[in-house]
């Protein structure tokens, strides 16, 4: 699915609508979406992400790390049990999270624990932009960095996956501007 719907029309939308069609552009947090409601209108897509974009970024870094928590393990528990949400049974198919070998589920459960154990929260990245080799090789990779690093690089990973998610939903040739 892409862009089904214009931003004048996401403009009109009242507040629970809205929550009911973009709760879930950041995993789990509708309170991205209840935030920005208010800045209605925006002047399309890349507005709303922007203005999704700043709130994760005025967060403490707790709040960063919350917004973390709320993700569900790569190739996880979840996803095994089929109790992911559908944005991310989407996004994990399409990296090939659901075709790894024995060897790879092995490596990549470990790795995860290792990643948790050592940040307390887990390790996101934009399934969608990642197969699961680079998905393994980023796990190896940022298992080097400090708490805060990842706290950061991971919120930026959530906006990527943010922006996907708004542009399945919104028409990105959509435009306040054009419409007048
Ligand atoms: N842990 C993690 O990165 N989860 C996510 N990534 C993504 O693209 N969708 C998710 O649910």
Redesign the pocket.
């Known amino acids: 699915m892409s862009g089904q719907i214009s931003i004048s029309e996401v403009n009109r939308m009242p507040y629970e609508e809205f929550i009911s069609i973009f709760g879930n552009v950041v995993?789990q947090c509708s309170l991205c979406a209840a935030a920005v409601w208010r800045q209605r209108p925006f002047n399309d897509v890349n507005h709303l992400h922007e203005a999704m974009s700043t709130f994760l970024d005025q967060q403490p870094l707790a709040g960063k790390e919350g917004v973390l928590r709320l993700?569900?393990?790569?190739a996880g528990k979840l996803a095994q049990s089929g109790g992911?949400t559908s944005?991310?049974t989407k996004?994990?198919t399409s990296a090939g999270l659901f075709n790894l070998t024995e060897n790879e589920r092995g490596k990549m459960n470990s790795l995860n624990q290792e990643y948790t154990d050592k940040f307390g929260f887990?390790?996101?990245?934009?399934?969608?932009e990642n197969k699961k080799e680079a998905i393994l090789k980023g796990l190896e990779t940022r298992l080097k960095n400090n708490s805060e690093e990842e706290a950061l690089t991971g919120v930026a990973?959530v906006k990527k996956?943010c922006r996907l998610r708004l542009l399945d939903i919104v028409d990105p040739s959509s435009s306040t501007k054009s419409a007048l």
């Open positions: 995993e993700h569900p393990d790569l992911l944005d991310s996004e994990q887990p390790f996101v990245i934009c399934a969608r990973e996956i």
